[in-house]
């Protein structure tokens, strides 16, 4: 059974940095992982998918990478900025169309 | 603008009532999802249709129920053998099941309470 860990759980950081965010799951048969973005009392936002084949994707200040031998995936924050406070949820897809969520990285970029 | 609207946003039950949350899309998806999202837990999935008139059960179907009759429509009723309804429930939506780059789009929410 897929199970999918997310490491901090909780992150603060000063505006400007760049920070690292921690996916891993159990099981590396998957077939691709999707990272969101969640604003308190929202749904949630797509921000990446990275398919089994791709190593990463990128989009403006985010980079998100891919390793199925480890069982990892990682979401690189650019310059980070106050607007980018959130909670970022990583799912992985194992080809059902099924995603299996971790619990979340609650994120505080303060001036 | 396309996309995800659940309705309401807020919604209360009293013990032993049926409710009934609404989920509508405008986006042609082929694929919708119904999710539960309580504190300190990922999300985890209720049903999931794939296309109209078929459904599957997820992984914590017990107690609710869902019907697919519109493509765009996919309600989820929360009945009185769901003993704890408390929660932040979910509906995404993609465009076709099975297909590469198949990302979910979500709606905003109803948040459930027990009266």
């Known amino acids: 059974k897929q199970e999918v860990t997310q490491i901090p759980a909780a992150l603060s950081v000063p505006e400007g940095e760049n920070l690292v965010l921690n996916c891993s799951f159990t099981?590396?048969?998957?077939?691709?992982l999707q990272w969101f973005r969640q604003d308190p009392g929202k749904g949630l936002t797509s921000l990446l998918l990275?398919?089994?084949?791709?190593r990463e994707q990128t989009s403006g200040r985010l980079n998100a990478s891919l390793d199925k031998s480890s069982g990892r995936s990682t979401l690189y924050i650019a310059a980070s900025q106050p607007g980018d406070s959130a909670t970022y949820l990583c799912a992985a897809e194992g080809g059902t169309d099924k995603l299996i969520f971790g619990t979340g990285t609650r994120l505080q970029v303060f001036p | 603008d396309g996309g995800i609207t659940q309705s309401p946003k807020y919604l209360f039950r009293k013990e032993g009532q049926n409710v009934t949350l609404s989920c509508e899309q405008n986006?042609?998806?082929?694929?919708m999802y119904w999710y539960r999202q309580d504190p300190g837990q990922g999300l985890r999935l209720i049903y999931y249709s794939q296309i109209v008139n078929d459904f599957q059960k997820g992984d914590i179907a017990e107690g609710y129920s869902v019907s697919r009759e519109k493509k765009e429509s996919f309600p989820l009723t929360v009945t009185s053998a769901q003993k704890n309804p408390t929660a932040f429930y979910l509906c995404?939506?993609?465009?076709?099941?099975?297909?590469?780059?198949?990302?979910?789009?979500f709606g905003d929410g109803t948040r459930l309470s027990i009266l």
């Open positions: 990275i398919q089994s084949s791709q």
């Open positions: 986006l042609n998806h082929d694929a």
């Open positions: 099981d590396s048969a998957i077939y691709n």
């Open positions: 995404a939506s993609s465009i076709e099941a099975g297909r590469d780059m198949n990302p979910q789009h």
